[in-house]
């Protein structure tokens, strides 16, 4: 099979196109042909990184955790899928596991499921990491029927995801971002926009909570902005965060009586702990899609097989619109 291979780490490594043994179907899993690969920043940080990160694989590397294709052969004690089956997930890329940028990929069983019927290829493989980051921070967090959230950077690959699944659970929602294009894009998604460069965090909290503060406060954008979401959750509120990898002063979490979840969704790939709640994750997620509920959001360029490089300096520039997929 053709793969794009990585045999050095660092932001310039180029992507090397070369040849590779099929992959076979060993116990449990399946080989899935690859159509299409969404680019996730964890995938930019493994290729800049390498060794500094922990996940990191050995070299040569194929990257990509994220993939939407076709079944074409499958292990021993699989059930639920057969040969021919649309399938889409989150199985590879990093430590040991083989990633998506290939014709094909042995991914684990527990971590796929049927593709929904209703996106394309391309808009499938753009959903399994931030639909899974976002449905497992908001349900953590416990939000439901008549809650108020706020979505820390909702116009994001997670953000734009957890504003839709957050509204679907019930919840009023508000989202954060900037400039005039990412208020207009969180406002169709169904969210009351907040530009976070003119906006302070008190005034949006009278205006969107009448000063109580959010039941829940999802932070996509993590850091320092998590002071930011501990001011803006109400007393004995919820935070959420993707991005926890910070040192904080959490006196305010203390007073406020505050519970922090710290999603990371990569633990049950690393550590094979729990990987069947991804599978099911997804098949939620395929039946919230195909009810009109949610939709990726797909950045307007277009990378393939030549131009794979490209992609990753797309998404770190921070010009993308949406998530910058790979279609092979």
């Not at 680019?39 to 390498?50: F, H, K, L, Q, S």
């Not at 990093?94 to 394309?120: Q, V």
């Not at 976002?134 to 909702?154: F, H, I, K, P, W």
């Not at 999802?218 to 002071?227: A, E, K, L, Q, R």
Request: hydrophobic share 45%; with cysteine; aromatic share 6%.
């Amino acid at each position: 099979m053709k793969a794009l291979v990585l045999k050095s780490y660092g932001p310039e490594a180029p992507f090397e196109l070369t040849e590779m043994p099929d992959p076979v179907a060993t116990s449990g899993h399946v080989v899935v042909k690859v159509a299409a690969v969404s680019v996730n920043t964890v995938d930019t940080m493994i290729r800049n990184m390498g060794a500094d990160l922990p996940l990191s694989p050995q070299l040569p590397a194929v990257l990509g955790m994220d993939f939407a294709g076709t079944v074409v052969a499958i292990g021993d004690g699989v059930e639920g899928f057969a040969i021919g089956d649309e399938v889409y997930g989150c199985a590879g890329g990093l430590m040991d596991l083989p990633g998506s940028l290939a014709e094909y990929i042995n991914a684990d069983a527990r971590l796929i499921a049927h593709k929904p019927k209703t996106l394309s290829m391309r808009e499938a493989a753009a959903l399994p990491l931030v639909g899974i980051t976002a449905y497992e921070g908001l349900t953590r967090a416990g939000v439901g029927e008549g809650q108020t959230v706020l979505v820390q950077g909702g116009a994001g690959g997670v953000g734009h995801v957890a504003v839709q699944i957050a509204r679907h659970l019930g919840a009023t929602v508000s989202a954060t971002g900037r400039g005039a294009d990412q208020m207009t894009l969180i406002e169709g998604l169904g969210a009351r926009p907040v530009d976070f460069t003119t906006q302070k965090v008190e005034d949006y909290v009278a205006e969107h909570t009448d000063g109580v503060g959010f039941d829940v406060v999802f932070d996509s954008v993590g850091g320092p902005n998590m002071t930011n979401s501990f001011e803006a959750a109400k007393l004995n509120g919820h935070v959420a965060s993707t991005v926890a990898m910070v040192e904080l002063d959490l006196t305010p979490v203390h007073f406020k009586g505050l519970s922090l979840h710290v999603v990371f969704m990569l633990i049950p790939m690393m550590h094979d702990v729990g990987r069947q709640a991804h599978g099911d994750i997804l098949r939620t997620l395929a039946d919230l899609v195909d009810a009109g509920g949610l939709k990726p959001i797909v950045d307007e360029h277009h990378f393939g097989w030549a131009n794979a490089d490209a992609a990753y300096a797309h998404l770190t520039t921070g010009a993308a619109v949406g998530k910058v997929v790979v279609e092979l």
